[in-house]
């Protein structure tokens, strides 16, 4: 999904601003995993097929920078990282539902 | 937005379903046109900087072939072609609001 091209001129659209700040590759997919519950980048490690520990950890950073995730870094040995949702981050879940409900008119019958 | 990875194998997910279907580039700003009232490709092209007439098509023809749009051709000198939202369409600009809506709190207040 690329709208970084301005739809309108001159002015910021806050859909864009949304879009973009989702887009990045395993956002969503990240998203999903902590409200299902996980919490640690080794248990999205496991959930998310493909991704990288680099990428992920970028997306996870970007994701705390806008606010969507909250960090907490417990100092124990080993040293523990674990993520959450912030206010933001569970009104983007509260929308990816719906959409996820828009997805399944999407799909034909014969394949659910 | 890609998420043509599974996040969990053997398993259709309706939200990725959903991402991919719109995560076409162009496909959110034709739809944001559409509801605006826009209805033909000429005023897309005006609406949305930079865009193609070949990818434009494309995107059209996809969401056509997803029951995202409706196209309908009257045959008259010179032929016109009009886009419309489907119900599915309609329920996806719902979405969108509420995307939009959560993209104004990721906008620091002194910037709108």
């Known amino acids: 999904?690329?709208?970084?091209?301005?739809?309108?001129?001159?002015?910021?659209?806050p859909l864009e601003v949304a879009v973009n700040t989702i887009s990045g590759k395993w956002k969503i997919p990240i998203v999903w995993q902590i409200n299902e519950g996980?919490?640690?980048?080794?248990?999205?490690?496991?959930?998310?097929?493909?991704?990288d520990r680099r990428v992920l950890n970028q997306q996870l950073n970007e994701m705390v920078?806008?606010?969507?995730?909250?960090?907490?870094?417990?100092h124990?040995?080993?040293?523990?990282v674990e993520y959450s949702l912030t206010e933001l981050g569970e009104?983007?879940?509260?929308?990816?539902?719906?959409?996820?409900?828009?997805?399944?008119?999407?799909i034909p019958e014969d394949v659910v």
């Not at 996980?38 to 991704?51: D, H, M, Q, T, Y």
């Not at 124990?76 to 523990?80: A, G, K």
Request: aromatic fraction near 6%; hydrophobic fraction near 40%; charge should be positive.
């Open 38 to 51: 996980k919490k640690r980048p080794s248990e999205f490690l496991r959930g998310i097929a493909k991704v």
């Open 65 to 74: 920078a806008d606010g969507i995730l909250m960090k907490e870094s417990f």
């Open 1 to 13: 999904m690329n709208t970084k091209e301005s739809v309108e001129e001159n002015k910021i659209c």
């Open 91 to 106: 009104k983007l879940v509260k929308i990816l539902w719906q959409l996820n409900d828009w997805g399944k008119l999407l």
């Open 76 to 80: 124990e040995l080993p040293p523990r």
